[in-house]
């Protein structure tokens, strides 16, 4: 009796030698997070999902873990030649409808099995043409019989699903994304999470210039973003002090800057809390004024850690279209300001220097604005949506 199974192959897993066991132990925690109950199994680099059958809602949650490339609708059978060809034959059987060719592909990891791929390949696409009446076509067929030869167990299918792709969340480590309510940032935070990074979030607001519906947007986005890696922890700091202080001192045309350059203070402080190496923004290079290299470079200098900028090279649109997907798109324009927006000079520095920034922090306690605002940040641990 054929068991059908979810088969998740895994890619670039196989490049990580040493490391590679850390790297599927990560990523069976995902699996186990994502699909509960379902019993996991590793055969050799092999990962399947059992007890589930082909369950869509289990599917859908697969389709989630990052570092699953592609996940078979597989069904197990013992490796047996008549049981092989009978599974072989039902499952072509059940997906012939609208397919006039085939193919069969054996693949053969176990080589005690007394047919070889290409006995295995013939002595199947026979059965399967009797059957079906498909034709055979090696090149580029309608239905693709795929046929895994192991010990003790063979694995048949013709149905693959894309996967995620990129790395298990957490095997390359710990960072905090600064999340606005805008377009860029989650989707520069789901970028990161798909390299293998969990993310802390934060976010900066200044009641009561900007209102609860601002928040809202970011515990919503911070929820998406969860669904990929498991609750994600959101620092929400007040920063109206911080941000009337620099309104009341600074030079207008740096005040962009200096606000910059206080959020990252403020968020390297509470990363080296969560022992996160590094931050991640939505930055895009050139995209608005604050994002310019010179801006970024005065930015930076204020961090005490890495900054990644996952979209430095996107363009609008093409953030526009990966927020689409991934359903962030529609949060992020639902009305609500965000502090940046707040007390914006008509023409900021694109060209922001350093020693103009310096001596603009000259005349703000930055210390203890910063150590006041990382101590009043509350955090929240907001799970995925139901
Ligand atoms: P986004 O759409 O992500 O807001 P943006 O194009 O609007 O980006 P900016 O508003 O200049 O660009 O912000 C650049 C980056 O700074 C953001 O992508 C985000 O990482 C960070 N940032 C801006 N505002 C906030 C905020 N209120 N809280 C946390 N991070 C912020
Ligand atoms: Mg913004």
Known sequence: MAEPLFLCKVGELYLKGDNRPLFEKKLVASIER?????????????????GAGHDPEVLQRLERVFGIVSIELAHRVETDEDDILSTAVTLARSEASGARTFRISTRRTWKGFHLNSVDLNCLAGAAVARATGLAVDLGDPDLDVRIEVGTPHTYVYTRRIPGAGGLPVGSSGHAVLLLSGGIDSPVAGW?????????????????????????RKVRDLTGILASWQGAVRLHVVPFTVAQ????????????????????????????????????????????????????MSCIEAAAAL?????????????????????????????????????????????????????????????????????????????????
């Not at 994502?34 to 059992?50: C, F, N, S």
């Not at 707040?342 to 350093?354: D, M, Q, W, Y």
């Open 34 to 50: 994502a699909v509960g109950p379902a019993r996991i199994r590793d055969h050799r680099g092999k990962l399947t999902v059992e």
């Open 191 to 215: 970028l990161a999470m798909k390299r293998g990074l969990t993310l802390d979030a934060v976010h900066f607001h200044s009641p009561p210039h900007t209102g609860p519906a601002a928040l």
């Open 244 to 295: 009337e202080a620099v309104r009341d001192t600074v030079r207008e045309d740096y005040r962009v800057l200096i606000y910059r350059r206080l959020m990252v203070r403020i968020a390297c402080l509470l990363a080296e809390r969560s022992r996160a190496r590094a931050l991640v923004t939505g930055e895009s290079l050139a995209q608005v004024a604050s994002q310019t290299l010179e801006n």
């Open 306 to 386: 890495p900054v990644l900028r996952p979209l430095v090279t996107y363009d609008k649109i093409e953030v526009i279209q990966r927020a689409r997907r991934l359903s962030t798109y529609e949060v992020s324009i639902r009305p609500g300001e965000d502090c940046c927006a707040l007390f914006v000079p008509r023409h900021p520095a694109t060209r922001g220097r350093h020693d103009v920034c310096e001596r603009c922090e000259d005349d703000l306690d930055v210390e203890d604005l910063v150590e006041s605002c990382a101590g009043a940040a509350v955090t929240e641990e907001i799970s995925p949506p139901s």
